[in-house]
């Protein structure tokens, strides 16, 4: 049987499609009917097309907070690959099924991804192994709560995992990751009434004029969202954290203003007025001939056209000649 997902194609990543790397569209959602997958004890398969990547082992995916993938000598290419991919059945569930996918940083790219589906017919199985799932590193809560005592409380229900660039979906161009000790922090378990502080690595603060804020992931709404700032009593800055979310420090890129410069009297003194008579040609007076008769010539600036080619052109008028427009 074949489920397929509601979200038809994405593109992935940060690239000359996408540059600004929204992350709608990485992430790719299939429901399981409980009836059909409560009982189903064998292998599932995930199916998709890649544009840009040949195997499926160098592009990072992430299914229900599970994270595949590894950086592999694959080059990108514009062409189409159909993936296979056999997982184990432990990391889906009855119902919602979240995956998002991320390129590897050999890529300059784009990926896209369209068609993904996972098959539960065990029978139609090719032999292959199965595809590994990326260790989780969990970090000390002391990392994040200076009260040993609260920390002692809450170790055991509450649990910080350390993640990697391509274990969170991806974060705008205009943001800038100034997060301590990893990429992202993922925070599990019983998180109701929990304060932390996001550490920040403060020597990539080179902006201090830019805006510090932490950022967690909302995947109702498929986008980074700021999240709520909190100071105690002694001026200290924490969030509470949702579980099972991811949190990031980031910084948010002034755009780029014009500098202001301080304005003197003379500053345009070296500065030549305009001439209005510039490029104007201005027409000689007729002049006598010795025979009596008046005469004029004017000749016409014609720009330039292909290859340097320019006409020359002349006007000449004589009071001998006849009665037309130019004495003629």
Not at 43 to 51: A, F, K, R, T
Not at 149 to 175: D, F, R, T
Not at 179 to 205: C, H, M, S, W
Request: aromatic share 12%.
């Amino acid at each position: 049987m074949i489920i397929r997902s509601i979200d038809t194609s994405g593109v992935i990543g940060v690239g000359s499609v996408d540059p600004v790397g929204y992350s709608k569209d990485d992430i790719f959602e299939l429901y399981l009917p409980e009836e059909l997958f409560a009982q189903y004890q064998g292998p599932v398969v995930l199916e998709y097309e890649s544009y840009g990547a040949s195997s499926a082992e160098c592009i990072y995916k992430t299914i229900n907070q599970h994270h595949y993938g590894r950086e592999c000598d694959d080059q990108w290419s514009r062409q189409w690959y159909e993936q296979r991919e056999v997982l184990e059945s432990s990391i889906f569930q009855s119902g919602r099924n979240i995956i998002y996918f991320s390129c590897m940083a050999g890529y300059r790219e784009n990926l896209m991804i369209r068609n993904v589906r996972i098959r539960l017919n065990s029978a139609t199985l090719e032999k292959g192994s199965v595809f590994k799932r990326n260790e989780l590193v969990e970090v000390d809560l002391g990392k994040f709560i200076d009260e040993a005592k609260v920390i002692e409380q809450i170790k055991e229900k509450v649990k910080v995992i350390a993640l990697g660039i391509h274990q969170v979906p991806v974060i705008n161009s205009y943001i800038i990751n100034v997060t301590e000790g990893a990429y992202a922090y993922r925070f599990i378990g019983n998180t109701q009434g929990l304060k932390v502080k996001i550490p920040v690595d403060r020597r990539k603060v080179t902006d201090h004029d830019a805006e510090l804020r932490f950022f967690y992931f909302d995947m109702e709404y498929r986008t980074w969202k700021a999240a709520e700032i909190q100071v105690d009593g002694n001026g200290n800055e924490f969030i509470e954290p949702n579980p099972g979310a991811e949190y990031f420090a980031g910084l948010i890129k002034a755009p780029e203003m014009p500098e202001a410069e301080v304005f003197t009297p003379n500053i345009f003194k070296d500065m030549k007025s305009a001439d209005p008579s510039t490029g104007i040609q201005l027409i000689s007076p007729p002049e006598i001939s010795q025979t009596g008769e008046a005469s004029v010539n004017y000749s016409f600036q014609i720009p330039s056209g292909r290859n340097g080619m320019q006409p020359s052109l002349l006007l000449h008028y004589s009071s001998d000649g006849g009665s037309g427009w130019v004495g003629q």
